[in-house]
Structures are given as C-alpha cells and as structure tokens.
C-alpha cells in the first residue's frame, strides 16, 4: 500500500509559477515511477510528467514550463510549473507506476490548480 499526499496548489496568474509537492509514504520501493497527471474540466485524465532513475519525461503540453524533480530521502516529488496558462487549470494527481510502461498503480488525492488572467 502506498499513500500520496499531494500539497501546492492555489490560485495564481496567468504567466506565474506554482511548485507541488508529493509525499510518499508506505511501500514505495516497488514503484521505480512517480509523477503527475491531471484533470483539466471536461476532459480525462493525462499524464503530465514523470521520473524515474534520473530520467524524466513530459506531456507536449507542458515541455519547456514544467520540471519535475524527486528527492528519494524524502519520497517526495515535486513538480515545478512555470509560465503558467489558463489552460492549465485543473486538478493534478500524484502518481506511482512500476515502470514506463505499467499503468498508474496509486493516485494521490489531487490538488487544485487555478489560473486566472
């Protein structure tokens, strides 16, 4: 079992930036992959980012405005979001995978994310 707590969301302006940050906790070993996904309004779920062993990987909607970063002493993962855009708006969900390949095995419980011009 593994929890995800998701911290950082809020409100912020068009062109601002926003960090999140996700705890881990439980038995996070089994999972080489954490990341991000979210769920903008009327639309399904995405994957944004993810990492792994050093090795990330991003959305193209997110390429060059998002870093994702992990610090394994403290199973936390953090995504950076800059140039931040309306279309941004959404709920992002903390994740843990096996692998690449492997679908998503625990979501955090989403954080809100809010960007208004």
């Known amino acids: 079992q593994v929890q995800l707590v998701e911290t950082g969301g809020g409100l912020v302006q068009v062109g601002g930036s926003l960090r999140l940050s996700c705890a881990a906790s439980?038995?996070?070993?089994?999972?080489?992959?954490m990341g991000w996904s979210r769920q903008l309004p009327g639309k399904q779920r995405e994957l944004v980012a993810g990492?792994?062993?050093?090795?990330?990987n991003y959305a193209d909607s997110v390429k060059g405005r998002f870093t994702i970063s992990r610090d394994n002493a403290k199973n936390t993962v953090y995504l950076q979001m800059n140039s931040l855009k309306p279309e941004d708006t959404g709920v992002y969900y903390c994740?843990?995978?096996?692998?690449?390949?492997?679908?998503?095995?625990?979501w955090g419980r989403g954080t809100l994310v809010t960007v208004f011009s």
């Open positions: 439980g038995n996070i070993f089994s999972f080489n992959v």
């Open positions: 990492i792994s062993n050093g090795v990330t």
């Open positions: 994740n843990v995978r096996e692998n690449w390949s492997a679908s998503v095995r625990y």
